[in-house]
């Protein structure tokens, strides 16, 4: 998902999405209505549902990645991994995709070599994954 770069380039456009994301974070919004105010709303329909289906081949790639990553014990490639998929939680405005992101990211780098407590975060995350997914490809 190298082709795609979504940061705010201006003070203007980023004051847009402040009033929002402070308004959902307030009402305390499920995972599934996270999503349906960021920019992709925005974006005509075609574009849309090409960049939702890249978007999700390129989780799923990266859930594997993870999971081979855990394996074979390389703690630096998930934490590499778990930051694209933050990336990907931003582009759709899931606050929780960015917070388990973290979460595992943490125990990531608390692990070392004990692969062990990685197991059971790495599945809701999977979990998490697979329900946005389903959200967005109902779109």
């Known amino acids: 998902m190298n082709q795609c770069l979504i940061k705010p380039v201006s003070i203007a456009q980023l004051t847009r999405y402040v009033p929002d994301l402070r308004e959902r974070a307030q009402h305390g919004k499920t995972v599934v209505e996270q999503t349906e105010y960021t920019f992709l709303s925005n974006l005509p329909d075609a574009k849309r549902f090409d960049l939702i289906h890249e978007l999700i081949a390129t ?59 990685l197991i059971q975060p790495l599945t809701e995350l999977k979990k998490l994954l697979l329900n946005i997914h389903q959200m967005l490809s109902k779109r």
């Open 59 to 117: 989780n799923e790639t990266d859930y594997q990645e993870l999971e081979t990553a855990l394996e074979a014990g390389n703690f630096k490639s998930m934490q590499n991994t778990l930051h694209r998929l933050k990336g990907s939680a931003r582009i759709i405005g899931s606050d929780d995709l960015w917070t388990q992101c973290e979460a595992l990211e943490a125990a990531v780098m608390s692990a070392n070599v004990n692969r062990i407590p």
